[in-house]
């Protein structure tokens, strides 16, 4: 999802609102416009203006005070966020939830080729920082409460929206976590829809498939530490702090932690094995049926994604070492950044984590201390709207349950009883579209495409 990618150099324009063909889309654009256009990185944004620009929307499109809720604490003033409820017709229906995150990751000026705080149209792209994680969701979840509530349309069971903050900093305050903590009731719903689904294009623009995010993998740090006595290094000792370390960090890295399947990943792994076939196909099959053969682990595992998607996966990302190019270590650390695989604990990697490092090597766990992955059930109720409005929008578009390797804010919700699902409908390029990385960006016929589907989408689920 973050590949490096190449183009030739061309003229480089603010986008305007000519780009959109229907009065409704104008609407859309101004207001993802002004989302992209406002900073929330950590560093120098402010997710709270952002809720309160929305809010403002809200509002003049009817929104009553007491259906709006702005929430903030003391010592993060700038990473609030919002809580919008459009009431349904029937007080027994569970609410649904639109979840989705006003952050974003932090991008300097000087590495893009475009400002990455001004959309820009180029070349049938919308190019800023944030233009796909999360913004995009963030402006349609928006946009879709505006024109129900501006239409008139009343749902069956009550729709709210969270716009939250802290997503892509696993160490700042994070508005979805503080919400489930503090404030459930404002959030409380039978189930959520989020970012981790979508649908992925080709190298010619053409869509290849559709994915709903069912469950995902529960980020966590944890620092191994070595310390000794040091001393000078023109009498070098063998037990030096750094090659102790490098040692206990090869013995992460030759490990391979045991393969798991969900239900959702199971229906992922059997339907890429029937398109993939061949060699790929067959191993993908025995290894469902025998996880413990690693001969077949080994030809599945060949694509890193397929490997990740497995089981829990553990790499070294930070190191830090020495006091003085002079003298012997006196303490060597590393950072651990592991993946877990749902129904794993934080407290089990960590056990196994000190089992591979061995004596002399202190493995202690970050914080923010994740909660444990629950997956959601594999539900009828959620992939049979999303299929059937897909087959109005996307006709012949097959939909993938997958599980996502990475980590959202759905973790938090999950933990009080939630499920959450990312919801399909906007197709990115193969490489990632730049999300985390340069010149992010999305294609705008996805844009204006997805958000035609998730508004329906949103309306089948809520009856």
């Known amino acids: 999802m973050k590949l490096g990618w190449m183009m030739a150099a061309l003229a480089i324009a603010p986008v305007t609102a000519q780009a959109q063909a229907r009065p409704d889309q104008r609407a859309f654009f101004d207001l993802y416009r002004e989302l992209v256009q406002t900073n929330t990185t950590l560093s120098a944004g402010s997710c709270t203006q952002a809720a309160a620009q929305i809010g403002a929307r809200l509002h003049a499109a009817g929104y009553p005070d007491s259906q709006l809720t702005y929430f ?36 300097r000026r000087e590495d893009w080729q475009r400002d990455p705080f001004m959309l820009v149209e180029e070349g049938g792209y919308y190019y800023g920082r944030g233009t796909i994680d999360d913004k995009a969701q963030a402006a349609i979840w928006a946009d879709a409460m505006i024109r129900f509530r501006t239409s008139g349309y009343r749902p069956h069971r009550t729709i709210k929206l969270a716009l939250t903050c802290g997503e892509e900093t696993t160490f700042a305050f994070n508005g979805a976590e503080w919400l489930a903590h503090n404030r459930p009731e404002l959030i409380a719903a039978q189930f959520a829809l ?13 869509r290849q498939l559709l994915a709903i995010q069912v469950g995902e993998k529960a980020a966590q740090n944890y620092t191994f530490t070595v310390t000794n006595a040091g001393g000078h290094s023109s009498q070098p000792v063998p037990d030096n702090a750094i090659y102790r370390l490098g040692d206990a960090l090869r013995a992460v890295q030759g490990y391979e932690f045991p393969v798991r399947f969900t239900d959702t990943t199971r229906a992922f792994f059997t339907a890429t094995a029937h398109a993939l076939g061949g060699e790929a196909g067959a191993a993908i099959t025995r290894l469902l049926a025998n996880p413990e053969d690693r001969a077949a682990d080994a030809i599945v595992s060949r694509d890193k994604a397929l490997h990740s998607t497995l089981r829990t996966t553990c790499v070294a990302t930070l190191m830090g070492a020495g006091h003085a190019e ?4 006196q303490r060597a650390t590393a950072n651990v950044n592991c993946r877990i695989f749902p129904g794993e604990t934080v407290e089990g990697t960590l056990a196994k984590l000190r089992e591979l490092a061995g004596a002399g090597v202190t493995v202690t ?12 059930r594999l539900d009828p109720m959620i992939t049979g709207p999303a299929q059937a409005v897909a087959a109005r929008h996307f006709p012949g578009m097959p939909i993938l349950p997958v599980m996502s390797t990475g980590a959202t ?5 999950e933990a ?3 499920p959450v699902y990312g919801a399909p409908g906007m197709f990115i390029d193969r490489d990632g579209s730049g999300t985390h990385g340069l010149n992010e960006r999305i294609r705008v016929r996805s844009l204006y495409d997805g958000r035609d589907y998730l508004f329906d989408l949103v309306k089948a689920y809520a009856g």
Do not use: K, W
């Open 72 to 107: 903030s604490v003391p010592d993060h003033p700038r990473e609030g966020g919002l809580v919008a409820v459009l009431p349904g017709s029937d007080a027994r229906a569970r609410p649904m939830l639109l979840l989705a995150h006003l952050d974003v990751v932090e991008a």
């Open 194 to 206: 989020n970012e981790g689904g979508g649908g992925r294009i080709d190298e010619n623009g053409n």
């Open 326 to 329: 002079n003298a012997l270590p």
């Open 365 to 376: 766990v970050n914080q923010p201390i994740r909660p444990t992955a629950v997956p959601p």
């Open 409 to 413: 804010d759905g973790i938090f919700l």
């Open 416 to 418: 009080i009883g939630i």
